[in-house]
Each structure stands twice: as structure tokens, then as C-alpha cells.
């Protein structure tokens, strides 16, 4: 594939973080299991296949640049639970902030930014799932990739639509859009 790049925090705060995580997973982490597939415990990318195995049309997006679209205020509408009971908690958390984004945005390589990024899109990941549950078509999210398919076939612009209203719902159509160059609708044999 493609390069990318790891903003991993110095070893001195990684068991700080990796603690802040755990408050952060217990919130958010078990939200979605099964839909949402990456870095939830006991689920893998297998998980994430599953659904889709036997199926015979398929749908796969990428969101672009999933963790920086990850802004400071929707990261902050997840985190600031942990201040809250601080006597400066307002001023902790923007200095939470301040030192956990890089360009305003969540960075792959903390350990944070996973559980807080799947957080952000569990909602909108929920609608998605439920609408393609009543059309008969499985739905799952790992990470940046979105998968749909189903033993009916159904169009790219439906799966596209589907997307951008979910994510419009939820106000966060500013924030997360599909690249272009990586959707895929196969069928039949050719879904590699």
C-alpha cells in the first residue's frame, strides 16, 4: 500500500494514555460491537468479513482521512465527560486538546484516537446498519472502510446517498465524505 504517518506519544505518557484509554473504551468501546469491527476487543477484520461472505453484491468506501477529520470540537464533545467534575476541568480539557491533536484533528499512533474516532461515528454507523437491515443488506465499518453487500443487487449511488444521509443526520457531512477513488461496487466472482 501507502505510506502513512504514526504520531506516536513518547514512551514517558504512553501508560497515561493508554489508562485515559480505558476510561475512554468503557464508555464507547463495547457502542456498536459488530457493526463497527476495528479496534473493539475480540474482533478482528475477519469479524468485519463475515457478514459479507456469502453474499453476492458488494459495496466497499473509505473515508478520507478518517482520524484528522476527527475535529477538536467533536473530540471534545466525547472526552469532556472526564473533566467535568474538575475544579478546572474546562481548562484541562483544552490542554487534553491541545497536546492529543496535531492540525486540529485526531492522529493514528495514539492510543487514544481509535476508541474516540469510532465514538464520533457510531451514530451514524447505526443509521447506516439499520437502514440496510430493513433493506436485507449487511453493513460493517473497520476503521475508515465501510462495506455493504447483500444477495440482491443494489446500486453504488444508493450505498453513496446512504452514506452522506447518515452523516448529514448526525451533522458531521462537513467533517467525513468518501474518496472518490476508492469505491468499489462488484458482483458475482468479481469482488476482489
Given at each position: 500500500?501507502?505510506?502513512?504517518?504514526?504520531?506516536?506519544?513518547?514512551?514517558?505518557?504512553?501508560?497515561i494514555?493508554?489508562?485515559?484509554n480505558?476510561?475512554?473504551?468503557s464508555?464507547?468501546?463495547?457502542?456498536?460491537?459488530g457493526?463497527?469491527?476495528a479496534?473493539?476487543?475480540g474482533?478482528?477484520?475477519?469479524?468485519?468479513?463475515?457478514?459479507?461472505a456469502?453474499?453476492?453484491?458488494l459495496?466497499?468506501?473509505?473515508i478520507?482521512?478518517?482520524?484528522?477529520?476527527?475535529?477538536?470540537?467533536?473530540?471534545?464533545?466525547?472526552?469532556s465527560?472526564?473533566?467535568?467534575?474538575?475544579?478546572?476541568?474546562g481548562?484541562?480539557l483544552e490542554?487534553?486538546?491541545d497536546?492529543?491533536?496535531?492540525d486540529?484533528?485526531?492522529?493514528?499512533?495514539?492510543?487514544?484516537?481509535?476508541?474516540?474516532a469510532?465514538?464520533?461515528?457510531?451514530?451514524?454507523a447505526?443509521?447506516?446498519?439499520?437502514?440496510c437491515?430493513?433493506?436485507?443488506?449487511?453493513?460493517?465499518?473497520?476503521?475508515?472502510?465501510?462495506?455493504?453487500?447483500?444477495?440482491r443487487?443494489?446500486?453504488?449511488?444508493?450505498?453513496i446517498?446512504?452514506?452522506?444521509?447518515?452523516?448529514?443526520?448526525?451533522?458531521?457531512?462537513s467533517y467525513f465524505?468518501?474518496?472518490?477513488?476508492?469505491?468499489?461496487?462488484?458482483?458475482?466472482?468479481?469482488?476482489?
Amino acid at each position: 500500500g501507502k505510506i502513512r504517518v504514526l504520531s506516536e506519544p513518547h514512551e514517558s505518557i504512553l501508560s497515561i494514555l493508554k489508562d485515559l484509554n480505558q476510561i475512554f473504551y468503557s464508555a464507547y468501546g463495547e457502542k456498536n460491537k459488530g457493526i463497527q469491527c476495528a479496534y473493539k476487543k475480540g474482533l478482528n477484520i475477519v469479524d468485519n468479513a463475515r457478514p459479507h461472505a456469502n453474499n453476492k453484491y458488494l459495496f466497499k468506501g473509505d473515508i478520507s482521512n478518517f482520524f484528522p477529520s476527527c475535529k477538536r470540537e467533536l473530540v471534545k464533545k466525547y472526552s469532556s465527560f472526564i473533566f467535568e467534575n474538575s475544579i478546572k476541568g474546562g481548562e484541562l480539557l483544552e490542554y487534553f486538546l491541545d497536546k492529543m491533536l496535531i492540525d486540529d484533528g485526531l492522529c493514528l499512533g495514539n492510543p487514544i484516537s481509535a476508541t474516540l474516532a469510532n465514538a464520533i461515528v457510531a451514530a451514524p454507523a447505526r443509521y447506516i446498519y439499520n437502514i440496510c437491515k430493513k433493506c436485507g443488506v449487511a453493513f460493517t465499518q473497520y476503521s475508515d472502510d465501510i462495506t455493504l453487500s447483500s444477495k440482491r443487487a443494489f446500486s453504488k449511488n444508493w450505498a453513496i446517498k446512504l452514506f452522506y444521509k447518515a452523516y448529514e443526520q448526525y451533522n458531521l457531512s462537513s467533517y467525513f465524505t468518501l474518496k472518490p477513488s476508492k469505491l468499489i461496487c462488484r458482483s458475482g466472482q468479481d469482488r476482489s
